[in-house]
């Protein structure tokens, strides 16, 4: 699949005898041949790759291979949604070595204003390790400018305590989780993806196409969050603040 969706960094070739297959990412400049790894790419790369046993350097050349972070979620009865596999690069201040192997209520117990979900602990990971495909996008405002947020590599960055209106407008980014469930067909297990964007919060605003329509939504969800939900998201001190700005800009606009 991903060699037929994307040739640019994906390429599966068959040898003519049948016998062997190789991988290439050119985006990277790094390959496998018979479980070798070649290539002339960024040398961090390639050692990476080689200090992988051999079993799993084709699973680590496919996950570098594309934007996207992937898990393995378990849907079959008793599984509980299980994580049985991951490979994530850009957390969003968690860290994937203390999800491995846990069910889908224990990974989200963290979250706030999470009963709803935990009720549907049983459900959800059947639904999306159904046929049909799902997608959801997450979001939240953040100070941090990096898309990794491992939390031991990234300390949380707290906005300025004593900041206008104004300028923690001009430090917020909007940082948006693309998450799509792709079902294993006959498994009962889908491939989570999560791919991460991060944007100016005034350059998204400034769009002519969406700008006014993402700051409507953005204020009357802001407005609508719970204590938990933004104390969660790092909000609970700022939130005053920005549905000021996003009140004062929206009026402005619509009067000029």
């Known amino acids: 699949q991903a060699a037929v969706e994307h040739p640019d960094a994906w390429i599966r070739r068959t040898a003519a005898d049948g016998r062997s297959t190789e991988y290439h990412a050119p985006l990277l400049g790094w390959g496998l041949r018979d479980g070798n790894v070649e290539g002339d790419g960024d040398p961090a790369i390639g050692d990476c790759l080689r200090s992988l046993p051999a079993p799993w350097r084709l699973a ?8 996207e972070d992937f898990a393995v979620i378990d849907g079959s009865p008793g599984a509980a949604g299980r994580i049985p ?12 070595q203390e999800k491995l192997g846990r069910g889908f209520a224990d990974v989200h117990a963290p979250v706030a204003d999470n009963d709803l979900l ?4 049983e459900q959800l990971p059947r639904l999306v390790c159904g046929p049909q495909r799902w997608q959801r996008f997450v979001w939240t405002i953040t100070p941090n400018r990096h898309l990794d947020g491992h939390p031991l590599r990234q300390p949380a960055i707290c906005w300025p305590p004593e900041a206008s ?14 998450q799509t469930f792709i079902p294993i067909a006959d498994q009962q297990q889908a491939v989570f993806t999560i791919k991460v964007d991060l944007h100016r919060l005034v ?7 969406v700008g006014t329509a993402t700051g409507h939504a953005l204020h009357a969800a802001l407005a609508t969050m719970s204590d938990a939900v933004l104390a969660y998201r790092g909000l609970d001190t700022t939130r005053d603040r920005l549905l000021g700005w996003l009140h004062e800009r929206s009026t402005r606009r619509a009067g000029g």
């Not at 935990?118 to 602990?121: D, E, T, W």
């Not at 209106?165 to 693309?178: F, G, N, P, V």
């Open 60 to 67: 680590g050349l496919l996950c570098l291979a594309f934007a």
């Open 165 to 178: 209106a104004s300028d923690l407008a001009e430090i917020a980014k909007l940082r948006i989780e693309h």
């Open 203 to 209: 350059d998204v605003l400034e769009d002519s196409q």
């Open 85 to 96: 596999w991951l490979a994530v690069c850009l957390p969003s201040h968690w860290i994937p």
């Open 118 to 121: 935990i009720r549907a602990a």
